[in-house]
């Protein structure tokens, strides 16, 4: 086997080991988001858990990409299937955060305080940077779109990290009720505009 390959093997284990990583902390991520977000009434809570759970199906599909990254054919199949399996659950989601969030507007009900869902957006914003740069390195060894597409989902998870934190806290903090479904409003565009482009097969590389 040449220098090359045993570089690029080196990188494939790299990054099964990220998607590993990933799958794991989203599976964790998605079940206490739900069910604070549960207990809480908190619509983005509930909205970022089941983003989690969506980030857990792309960090699987990923792991099936790696192990057939020798077949260039193939792989080139995988990931734009993967995109589109993908944008639908994205669209799926921004549905149904709308219609949530809208109706809880509507209906003026207010969630109650979520200190677990703090502490975890707090959690997020600190792992999801560190974990998209490093996908992005490994990405730019094997050229992979698929791995630069799930790289920016792992940003983009940072986003809501941050607006589901600023929802929460103005909630806790100055009993903003709405503070949260607006902040759940907020998400829906980020993710809708991540399911068509997924559907779209774009490979968000350029």
């Not at 799958?23 to 207990?39: D, K, S, T, Y």
């Not at 669209?91 to 207010?110: F, G, Q």
Request: aromatic share 8%; with cysteine; glycine share 8%.
């Amino acid at each position: 086997m040449t220098e090359l390959a045993l570089g690029r093997d080196a990188m494939v284990q790299r990054g099964r080991r990220l998607e590993y990583f990933t799958i794991g902390w989203n599976c964790l991520e998605g079940v206490v988001a739900v069910l604070a977000g549960a207990f809480a009434g908190s619509i983005s809570l509930v909205g970022f858990g089941v983003d989690s759970f969506i980030e857990v199906t792309s960090g699987g599909a990923l792991l099936w990409r790696l192990s057939l990254d020798a077949e260039t054919q193939q792989r080139e199949r995988i990931e734009k299937l993967t995109l589109r399996i993908v944008g639908v659950c994205f669209l799926a989601l921004a549905a149904y955060v709308s219609y949530e969030a809208v109706s809880t507007l509507l209906a003026k009900r207010a969630p109650e305080h979520s200190l677990p869902g703090i502490v975890l957006a707090c959690f997020s914003l600190v792992v999801m940077p560190l974990l998209s740069r490093a996908k992005r390195r490994v990405a730019a060894q094997l050229k992979s779109a698929a791995l630069h597409a799930d790289a920016k989902q792992t940003e983009f998870c940072t986003y809501l990290s941050a607006i589901l934190l600023g929802g929460l806290l103005l909630n806790a903090a100055l009993n903003l009720w709405w503070a949260d479904p607006l902040a759940a409003l907020i998400m829906v565009p980020i993710i809708a505009k991540e399911g068509i482009e997924g559907l779209r097969g774009d490979t968000c590389c350029d």
